[in-house]
């Protein structure tokens, strides 16, 4: 069993902001492979499924971004699932240019309190995330930058990163880490 946990904001008025990349990967999951996220559970919206013979539980905090963990952990402790092999977590990156996107197979919160909740809740930063490029902040005002919308051109870059994430998924599923690394992670001048 798999947990795939995209990150977000549960209101509607923070639908299609760059905090809720995480969100909108999960429905893009959601679409392409027909799992139906409508189930409420351990505070989360869930859909039960396969993806490629992988038994997974697609996974939307519905606790704020601050508050991830507290539906992250008990889903992990529910389902017995290990952090390190089993679970991926899909948030929103600043540091990323808008559409890039960066696999990484543990590391810190880097600022990102999301994360940083899941970490401090499983007591690990040693699980695999998929992290969305949304832009760095031009204007000083973190809170205003990563909870706004995108223009046009961003829309596409972002809409169009949705593919690197499923195959992303894909290869997390299949435990090839390490082929995602170098395929999507992309040096950024």
Request: hydrophobic share 35%; proline share 3%.
């Amino acid at each position: 069993m798999y947990l795939i946990v995209g990150l977000g904001n549960p209101e509607k008025k923070y639908d299609g902001t760059r905090h809720n990349v995480g969100f909108e990967a999960i429905d893009v999951l959601s679409k392409h492979y027909g799992i139906e996220v409508n189930h409420k559970e351990h505070k989360g919206l869930v859909g039960k499924g396969m993806i490629n013979g992988h038994k997974v539980i697609l996974v939307k905090p519905m606790t704020y971004m601050n508050l991830s963990g507290e539906c992250v952990f008990p889903m992990t402790e529910y389902y017995e699932v290990d952090p390190e092999t089993e679970l991926v977590i899909i948030s929103d990156d600043v540091s990323l240019s808008t559409g890039n996107i960066r696999v990484r197979k543990k590391g810190s919160a880097g600022g990102h309190n999301g994360l940083k909740s899941i970490i401090n809740l499983l007591g690990t930063n040693e699980f695999p995330r998929i992290r969305v490029g949304v832009g760095e902040c031009q204007n000083g005002d973190m809170v205003a930058h990563v909870l706004g919308h995108y223009d046009k051109e961003d829309r596409e870059k972002v809409d169009a990163s949705m593919e690197k994430v499923i195959g992303a998924v894909e290869l997390f599923l299949e435990n090839d880490l390490d082929t995602a690394m170098n395929k999507y992670n992309i040096k950024e001048k």
